[in-house]
């Protein structure tokens, strides 16, 4: 289904393929008049709002059953100011995927779940320079924490496409 494309229910059009992954450019609490807060700050990677909240881009990997690859969702975690300098003084430092989880909460609404997602617990794992820290969602029977934990197919996959791409109002 993946290499074939799929008929998308939301718009009827046939797409080519079946994405793997998509990502949140701010966390769910940035606003764009944040941006002229000289105590707020966006960029690609960190996020901090009015010197207060702080937020770190992370990745949700879900695997994917029936699929020689993962699903991603690139979200959004809050973490504590220390847990946050902690991430910032490391950023560039080797070894750093050695450091212990840190606690956040995920700061990203992700658009195929009937709950919530805000404010989920997490445990954020940092990862080898370069590469974004994981997240993994606290055990609990939230649809998101099911899916982190058991998996889902390439069908689940299309209608989350389905849904991100084409969302209803």
């Given at each position: 289904m993946t290499d074939e494309g799929f008929v998308c229910q939301g718009c009827g059009q046939r797409h080519e393929s079946v994405p793997f992954s998509y990502g949140a450019q701010a966390p769910a609490y940035w606003r764009d008049e944040l941006a002229d807060d000289e105590r707020s700050v966006l960029e690609d990677?960190?996020?901090?709002?009015q010197a207060q909240h702080y937020f770190i881009r992370a990745r949700l990997v879900i695997p994917v059953l029936d699929a020689g690859t993962d699903f991603e969702w690139g979200v959004w975690v809050s973490l504590s100011r220390?847990?946050?300098r902690r991430t910032v003084d490391l950023w560039t430092t080797p070894g750093r995927e050695q450091e212990p989880a840190y606690f956040g909460w995920l700061s990203t609404q992700l658009p195929a779940y009937p709950v919530e997602t805000l404010n989920l617990k997490t445990e954020v794992h940092t990862e080898q320079v370069g590469t974004r820290p994981h997240v993994i969602?606290?055990?609990?029977d939230h649809p998101l924490a099911?899916?982190?934990?058991?998996?889902i197919t390439v069908e689940r996959v299309q209608k989350i496409?389905?849904?991100?791409l084409h969302p209803r109002a």
């Open positions: 990677e960190l996020c901090i709002i220390d847990n946050f969602l606290e055990p609990t099911v899916e982190q934990r058991t998996g496409a389905e849904l991100v």
